[in-house]
T-cell receptor, first 114, second 114 residues
Framework: DTEVTQTPKHLVMGMTNKKSLKCEQH?????MYWYKQKAKKPPELMFV???????INESVPSRFSPECPNSSLLNLHLHALQPEDSALYLC?????????????FGPGTRLTVT | DQQVKQNSPSLSVQEGRISILNCDYT??????FLWYKKYPAEGPTFLIS?????DKNEDGRFTVFLNKSAKHLSLHIVPSQPGDSAVYFC?????????????FGQGTILTVHP
């Protein structure tokens, strides 16, 4: 099983809502990532978890709150988002954070903030 | 500041011919490079990688060349097939505390015509 799953596929939320994105992998990977991708732009790293601990936060606003409850699950909690946060949110995992371990990506959650 | 650049937004190639996708980088700390392929409604899929200690890496129809002095890498696909039509992203990684962080280029849309 080389699959990373993400739910939901699509999400529309108002600026006052609280929602969560979920990511799951069962490959035994110990590193998990959140990326944000705007239209016609490359994916941009947001967070890296290594062995369930946050190791990189790319100066992401606090309205995005990541959580790694166990080695298979990664959540992204969303609160008080802005319309400019509308984007495709991609989750990825890799065996470890060492650079020669390829990252496996999920299909993403398309988020629209109204 | 775009540290990884793919200056060709699109490339069109006939089936059976060679596809050459180019990528330039500016950060001299990058020492590991990857190519990902992305189909619509799917996450990026790892294709091939190269370490800075090499100048060439080959995997089946895919070959990546690295020219460190020019800070340039390229992906060759021979022979090209219609199923190769996708967006191709170049990505780069540096070591140290940035383990796990990938910086992506903007992507090149490859279309292979039958």
């Amino acid at each position: 099983d080389t699959e990373v799953t993400q739910t939901p596929k699509h999400l529309v939320m108002g600026m006052t809502n609280k929602k969560s994105l979920k990511c799951e992998q069962h490959m035994g990977h110990r590193a998990m990532y959140w990326y944000k991708q705007k239209a016609k732009k490359p994916p941009e790293l947001m967070f890296v978890y290594s062995y369930e601990k946050l190791s990189i936060n790319e100066s992401v606003p606090s309205r995005f709150s990541p959580e790694c409850p166990n080695s298979s699950l990664l959540n992204l909690h969303l609160h008080a988002l802005q319309p400019e946060d509308s984007a495709l949110y991609l989750c990825a995992s890799s065996q470890d954070v060492a650079r020669d371990y390829e990252q496996y990506f999920g299909p993403g959650t398309r988020l629209t903030v109204t | 500041d775009q540290q990884v650049k793919q200056n060709s937004p699109s490339l069109s190639v006939q089936e059976g011919r060679i596809s050459i996708l180019n990528c330039d980088y500016t950060n001299s700390m990058f020492d590991y490079f990857l190519w990902y392929k992305k189909y619509p409604a799917e996450g990026p899929t790892f294709l091939i990688s190269i370490s800075s200690i090499k100048d060439k890496n080959e995997d089946g129809r895919f070959t990546v060349f690295l020219n460190k002095s020019a800070k340039h890498l390229s992906l060759h696909i021979v022979p090209s097939q219609p199923g190769d039509s996708a967006v191709y992203f170049c990505a780069a990684s540096e070591g140290g505390t940035s383990y796990g962080k990938l910086t992506f280029g903007q992507g090149t849309i490859l279309t292979v015509h039958p």
